[in-house]
């Protein structure tokens, strides 16, 4: 019962999609959102680029959607801190991959799981302040997204001001 369940669902969304204009049988990635933000989709990751400054609320936004569409979607970043500094990031949940000393301090790499929302709003604030000292930012998320999820991130963003599909690129193309 389920199987058919799952295959009418599909069905559906892929009806939805064909409105929505995109080919499914050939999509490579989808590049979508407005003057400030481009967020490159594929199947396997998740480009976030932000040319200016954003409201807080609109970059956490944007992760916070991506953690409900794909909580299994992670980022991962390296940060350069004191010994004692990487439990902190611990407590923050991000998880810790690995770490080397380097000219007295640590680098330290962590993966950050969209299932914490802890650790989404703790990823969103470290960026928006790393957007407001650099005024650009360029960020991987990876995800196990399929055609739906796209559309699903679309359809959960058209209502940012001037958000747009800006290319969809598929095989032949």
């Known amino acids: 019962m389920l199987i058919v369940l799952d295959r009418e669902l599909q069905s559906a969304e892929r009806v939805n999609m064909k409105l929505s204009g995109i080919d499914l049988q050939a999509l490579i990635h989808v590049n979508m959102g407005n003057q400030d933000i481009d967020l490159v989709c594929t ?3 998740i480009t976030l680029q932000c040319y200016d400054e954003i409201a ?8 916070k959607t991506i953690s409900i569409v ?11 801190c004191d010994f004692d500094d990487i439990q902190k990031y611990q407590h923050m949940d991000y998880t ?10 640590y680098r330290a790499t962590f993966n950050v799981p969209f299932s914490s929302s802890r650790a989404v709003y703790n990823l969103t604030v470290a960026l928006f302040e790393q957007l407001q000292k650099e ?35 598929n095989k032949d193309s």
Do not use: M, P
Not at 56 to 63: A, F, K
Not at 138 to 154: E, M, R, T, V
């Open 96 to 105: 810790l991959v690995s770490y080397s000393r380097q000219n007295g301090k």
């Open 70 to 80: 794909d909580n299994s979607a992670t980022h991962e970043t390296e940060i350069l």
């Open 43 to 45: 199947y396997g990751k």
């Open 135 to 169: 005024k650009t930012l360029k960020k991987d998320i990876y995800w196990s997204g399929k055609d739906h999820n796209i559309i699903q991130l679309f359809n959960e963003f058209k209502d940012i001001d001037g958000w747009e599909i800006k290319e969809i690129k």
């Open 56 to 63: 807080d609320y609109t970059l956490g936004l944007i992760l």
